[in-house]
């Protein structure tokens, strides 16, 4: 990430946070033990007699061996799936929040890395190819009709007080021609302003003032004052999300006048930014103005959106290693305890024509349903629960809609690369079988 976004750490090492962590760790490691230890107290004597075998429950038999028209391994494994009912409803949650974790990494590089417009939409930014600071409001037609351009958006910025009841709130205000221009408008409840008495908020703004649509707020700046009705609600990353929309005649209520503003120029398939500012630079020209300032706006969003699109893929590739780790740890300790509390069993398996093959199969497919079942709920609650997240991520800009979701082909590798990690790793696991001969693993201690 450093190197990413050019941001060095340079903060002291926080040994009160590190001991903290530390004694965290350990005593929630004490807690889980003592609390999985409890299970000990419930061994019975005939449950030691039976060499510990406490998953099969003799009342009932789901799967009979000798009326079961499937392979045995199969057999073998429906028996302990459906024996350990909590395990198994464990693995599930912990498989459904690791296909959680990793389908919200790829939805993360989806939305973000490589959808160069998601940024702009989901957080309302005006970008265009070329914006014009500074300049005349008299140059707008000649601006509009220059070859190449899409759209065309003149606006200019102030910061009044806007009051309701008793609250207020000094907050940055647009004044655009023509709100309905902006190409990343993301509306959230009623409309935009069309008349000079009107004015549209960023819903966070209106909850802090606590007027809702149709209210009446007065907007102050200096010595002047208007009042406008509430139109809508929209959502605007800007200025921590709290800003007002103005038309430009009903900014001059508190204005006066407008003598500079600034234009951002979109520019159609085929033109770029040099084109647009060749433009710009004659038709100042033709109007005697030469104050005004030009940003390559289309330059600066390239840098940003690569800049986010290298980040999503490190958090991608990040959360994707660390969901594979914890798979492999988790079937590699499910797989090992399986072994050991069924070692005796497994011997006589062996000893009555079971082969090692078998029993590796039987392994791995023991815990499969469980880990399918989980993946694939994950995969199904990953997008409210990705939505969700950014929601929360970005309530302090008051985003209340957000644009995250995962295609089906990425779901579908989140949960594939679950299922073949936990089969593999119960594979490797399980050929220790292959190692013992029965006479050993019936008469060893």
């Not at 707008?140 to 007080?161: A, H, Q, R, W």
């Not at 002047?224 to 209520?253: C, H, W």
């Not at 290298?310 to 290693?321: G, N, T, Y």
Request: a neutral charge.
């Amino acid at each position: 990430m450093s190197g990413i976004l050019g941001i060095s750490w340079n903060q002291p090492v926080n040994v009160g946070a590190a001991v903290g962590t530390l004694l965290g760790l350990s005593l929630t490691t004490l807690l889980i033990a003592w609390l999985l230890g409890g299970r000990y107290r419930k061994i019975t004597v005939l449950d030691a007699l039976r060499g510990g075998i406490n998953t099969h429950n003799y009342k009932k038999n789901p799967v009979p061996l000798d009326k079961s028209v499937l392979p045995l391994p199969v057999a073998m494994s429906l028996k302990s799936t459906l024996g350990g009912k909590k395990r198994s409803i464990l693995l599930v949650a912990i498989s459904a929040i690791l296909a959680i974790a990793m389908t919200c990494g790829f939805a993360l590089y989806e939305s973000f890395g490589m959808n160069k417009n998601a940024m702009g939409e989901m957080f309302a930014f005006e970008i265009g190819t070329i914006q014009v600071m500074n300049a005349d409001p008299a140059c707008e037609d000649d601006l509009k009709n220059m070859d190449g351009v899409d759209n065309s958006l003149m606006y200019v910025g102030f910061e009044p007080i806007i009051r309701y009841g008793d609250k207020e709130y000094s907050a940055y205000t647009y004044a655009d021609e023509d709100t309905n221009k902006r190409l990343n408008l993301m509306m959230l409840k009623g409309r935009v302003e069309v008349h000079d008495n009107e004015i549209l908020l960023t819903q966070v703004l209106a909850e802090e003032l606590g007027c809702g649509i149709g209210d009446v707020v007065t907007v102050t700046l200096g010595k002047k004052s208007a009042e406008y009705i509430v139109t809508g609600f929209d959502q605007r990353m800007e200025r921590m999300g709290r800003t007002a929309n103005l038309t430009i005649p009903g900014a001059l209520k508190v204005l006066g006048s407008v003598e500079k503003v600034t234009y951002i120029i979109t520019a159609e398939d085929g033109y770029g930014f040099s084109d647009m500012e060749a433009g710009v630079k004659k038709v100042f020209a033709d109007h005697g103005c030469d104050d005004y300032v030009i940003v390559n706006s289309e330059k600066y969003m390239k840098v940003t959106t690569g800049t986010v699109s290298m980040a999503m893929k490190a958090v991608c590739a990040v959360v994707s290693l660390v969901t594979i780790f914890i798979v492999v740890f988790t079937i590699a300790l499910i797989v090992r305890g399986k072994i050991t509390r069924e070692w005796r069993t497994m011997g006589i398996d062996k000893a009555l024509g079971m082969t090692s093959g078998q029993q590796i199969v039987q392994i791995m497919l023991s815990n499969l349903p469980a880990v399918i079942l989980g993946s694939i709920l994950g995969v199904i609650l990953a997008g409210p629960a990705g939505s969700a997240l950014c929601r929360v991520i970005f309530s302090l800009f008051g985003m209340k809609k957000v644009v995250f979701g995962a295609s089906f082909v990425f779901k579908a590798a989140s949960a594939l690369s679950i299922i073949l990690m936990a089969l593999l790793t119960a594979a490797l696991m399980g050929l220790r079988v292959r190692r013992c001969n029965p006479v050993e693993m019936i008469t060893e201690e």
